[in-house]
């Protein structure tokens, strides 16, 4: 008879134990949602469901008690509750909620006592002495020998990055990895040493092949970065290239802005003649103003000197538009002004082109002998333009003391 009161009371226990542990589920999910942000991608709801796991293969393949399998399991289920509260010390504050939770389940003192031990036993900094802190401790690491330890480690950087604790590099968080693995970690059961070692040596090697990886490629773009540097300091064509290159532009922008002034002059001395014609010139017939021809005719003069000095400054040299294959050979001519090519058939200029530039020196050269025409025309443009300025002010000056003079004598 004491027999079957006593298995029914262990069913009663075992029942109570299934209900209060599934209520620490539903509580940590509930937790979760509501005061967990976002920002925790690796210790999360998703991260305690993997610990309870591996803790339930642990206790099965471990001699152990059904009081320290139900602690063992409440401990799984609420060890990183402390999050909600804070990040540093959070073993600390889930034993705070794990205990007021447990409390408020009317559990025992005992049962309270142990969870809350067993959940101070997953501090990094502890070492597990009893077999149920060491089964808390390997379930709590058992992601270190499982084929997702890549992405759940991922997770952890992103997650210490958003937090600001820390900010690792792809290098650097690999570096510490296996600084975890072959330093800091070890599984404490025999279950996790026969079965979960392998998984875990797996992932360190792996670890390994990818820090030599990341160091082979460093040394290669390292080399390459040196090879560019000495390629660049040993090799100036790039900076001669630089200097033709911004030589030549400011020539021809020096050229263009001479134009332009050029154009000015003409255009206001053309203006000034038109309006002479117009209006002047046909009142010189009258006797009352035979005084103003002398100043009118000075300001057509010297206007008319304006305009051929203008158009002197801007006037293109003709050339012939021909070179031969000696001058080409000798180095005669220049192929990078049209005005030595625009009547050569094309597949002469083709031959001329091409024996251009199999000659580094050749190339060079053409451009120094186009730099230094330019800086003939450039010459002058600027010795006419400087003369037509003169001639206009001059011109200018004469006609209105003239003219001055002329109303002055009637």
Not at 5 to 32: P, R, S, T, Y
Not at 290 to 306: Q, R, T
Request: proline share 2%; with cysteine; charged share 25%.
């Amino acid at each position: 008879m004491s027999l079957i009161f006593f298995v029914i009371w262990l069913g009663q226990k075992k029942v109570h134990m299934d209900q209060l542990i599934e209520k620490a589920d539903k509580f940590v999910l509930n937790l979760f949602k509501e005061k967990l942000p976002n920002t925790f991608l690796y210790h999360n709801y998703r991260h305690t469901q993997r610990v309870v796991k591996s803790t339930k293969e642990l206790i099965d393949n471990s001699e152990i008690n059904v009081k320290d399998k139900e602690a063992l399991l409440l401990a799984a289920w609420l060890h990183d509750t402390g999050y909600t509260r804070a990040f540093k010390g959070h073993e600390k504050e889930s034993v705070a909620i794990a205990t007021s939770f447990l409390k408020a389940q009317n559990a025992t003192p005992e049962l309270i006592e142990k969870v809350r031990q067993y959940i101070k036993a997953t501090c990094f900094d502890t070492e597990p002495k009893t077999l149920p802190e060491k089964i808390i401790r390997d379930a709590d690491s058992s992601h270190f020998a499982k084929d997702y330890f890549e992405e759940t480690s991922e997770l952890l950087r992103q997650e210490l990055e958003l937090q600001n604790i820390k900010n690792f590099t792809a290098s650097e968080w690999v570096q510490e990895n296996i600084k975890m693995l072959t330093e800091k970690h070890q599984f404490y059961t025999t279950y996790a040493l026969t079965n979960w070692q392998q998984g875990k040596e797996k992932n360190l090697l792996d670890l390994i092949e990818s820090q030599k990886k990341q160091e082979k490629k460093f040394k290669k773009e390292e080399a390459k970065a040196r090879l560019k540097a000495k390629f660049k300091n040993d090799n100036p064509e790039r900076s001669i290239q630089t200097l033709f290159r911004v030589t030549l532009r400011n020539h021809i922008k020096l050229s263009d802005i001479a134009d332009t002034k050029a154009n000015i002059l003409l255009s206001v001395n053309a203006i000034i003649i038109s309006l002479a014609f117009a209006n002047l010139l046909p009142k010189l017939d009258a006797e009352m103003h035979k005084h103003l021809l002398i100043p009118s005719l000075i300001l057509m003069l010297f206007s008319v000197a304006s305009i051929i000095l203008s158009i002197l400054s801007t006037r293109p040299n003709v050339t012939s538009g021909e070179f031969t294959k000696e001058q080409v050979k000798n180095r005669k001519v220049n192929l990078l002004f049209f005005g030595n090519f625009h009547k050569m058939p094309f597949e002469q200029f083709r031959w001329g082109m091409q024996e251009l530039i199999k000659d580094k020196d050749y190339v060079y050269e053409s451009l120094m002998l186009d730099l230094h025409s330019l800086g003939k025309v450039l010459h002058r443009k600027y010795m006419l333009l400087r003369l037509t300025y003169l001639v206009f002010m001059i011109g200018i000056i004469l006609s209105v003391l003239s003219f001055v003079t002329a109303f002055y004598l009637i």
